[in-house]
């Protein structure tokens, strides 16, 4: 097994299935009356924040918490990065306290892989700027093969802000690694040529939905981000809904058997219409419990062992 | 799995003297001796449930189960218990894959449950299903039912149900083989025999 996890890239086919099929036995869990296993009694995990985020934050907690580890929650806002504090001087606090694992969110690209070179632990990437989030990838991988049975093979189309969207990166390495078919779907100013040559081994690109949807086995609808939207990337919200929102009259283009994902948090109207999101075919609500099992998974194969 | 509960002692090595202490129908003979055993002792095998650990202890608690239907007519429930989790070794060791959980439907709580599983060596793998099954629920009793009781105990644990005592070495090893699993019904003894 692997030591870090910085990268969707750092898995081959194998560990990505063992992850998987770890946190199908992690999953029966969430039914007990105990939801607590000893595996990492004793182990520290530090969830070291740089940038806002609940769900991820939370999922990290609870997956760790349910191994008996003990958790400490790390944010910038109000700690001493606030006065300055660099990374390094961070990483080695957390050397200091003795950290088994550390699980980092950070908007520069790359922070995971620096830090790996300035702690002992382990290192989780729980999203690191522009640049992936494999747990993510996982637990959307996790998701696909629980609801469609398989990976090998399935065509999924990833529609939206690829240009900013860690998610895609790390679901393109994830999903063409494991044998699905992607297609980045978007408007040509959020998948530029240069992406698109960087993907173009791996992947398909296309920039009209409605030509993709009814070949779809899933359609993965990524965020809006409009943090990152420093420039005019599309002429008004209105006009990027009407070309690459999922609203029901899209649903119904798709297969019967097809799913739809969305990594969270939504702007429902925009990239999802409410009642795409709220249908039986939305698998929203569920990738958020799967994000559980598979940091489980992920936090027992990189800690269970010597 | 199975391997990292025998390495607790130095291993024979690859080509070491083997010697086959159960064959194929001898195997058969010492389930079906152990079957009538749960019936005599549980009274006809009402509620109880028979839990095998991964991995040779499933289809050995599945024989058990078909072999009692077929004596006693008896519907006994099966499933299997991953004890992975709750090894105290499990850090002295590169991670190990997990195995599977499957209670029966109507759960363990109030029924007797019968661990079954292929080899009972230093009595930490019982230990760690003990605690497992604490957090699965609350079964009116638990009893263990094993192949192959090869001594060495480091816990205060006893089988309830034996299919075969074998006196061994520590650096001999015990390796049981099922259908199910491998090509043959076999257990074999490893080592020591020069």
Known sequence: MIKHLRSAADLDAETATLILDTAAEMASLSGREVKKLPALRGRTVVNLFYEDSTRTRISFEAAAKRLSADVINFSAKGSSVSKGESLKDTALTLQAMGADAVVIRHSASGAPHRLAGWVDGSVVNAGDGTHEHPTQALLDAYTMRSRLGRLDGLKVAIVGDVLHSRVARSNVLLLTTLGAQVTLVGPPTLIPLDV?????????????????????????????????????????????????????????????????????????????????????????????????SVRMAVLYLLLGGK | MRRGRRSAVAQPRADAPSKIILEGSDLSRVVDRIAHQILEKTSGAT????????????????????????????????????????????????????????????????????????????????????????????????????????????????????????????????????????????????????
């Open chain 1, 196 to 292: 698109a040559a960087a993907l173009a081994e791996k992947t398909q690109v296309c920039y009209d939905l409605d030509a993709v949807l009814p070949d779809s086995d899933v359609v993965m609808m990524l965020r809006v981000q409009t943090e990152r939207m420093q420039d005019s990337y599309f002429p008004s919200a209105r006009e990027y809904s009407r070309r690459y929102g999922l609203d029901a009259p899209r649903l119904h283009k798709m297969p019967g058997h097809a799913i739809v994902m969305h990594p969270g948090p939504m702007n429902r109207g925009m990239e999802i219409a409410p009642e795409v999101a709220d249908s039986p075919r939305s698998t929203i609500v569920e990738q958020v419990a799967n994000g559980v």
């Open chain 2, 47 to 194: 509620g109880t449930v028979l839990l095998g650990i991964p991995t040779r202890g499933v289809p050995l608690a599945h024989r058990l189960a078909a072999r009692i239907h077929a004596f006693e007519g008896v519907a006994v429930p099966v499933g299997s218990l991953d004890i992975t989790l709750y090894r105290d070794d499990l850090r002295l060791k590169a991670t190990r894959a997990l195995g599977k959980t499957e209670l029966p439907s109507g759960g363990i709580d109030g029924l007797r449950v019968i661990l079954v599983d292929d080899v009972l060596f230093s009595g930490r793998s019982v230990r760690a299903a003990l605690d497992a099954l604490k957090d699965l629920g609350r079964p009116s009793s638990v009893q263990l039912a094993v192949l192959v009781d090869r001594g060495h105990r480091q816990l205060p644990i006893r089988a309830d149900y034996v299919g075969k005592n074998i006196p061994t070495a520590l650096s001999e090893s015990v390796k049981v083989t099922l259908t199910e699993i491998d090509s043959a019904d076999e257990v074999k003894l490893i080592g020591g025999l020069q």
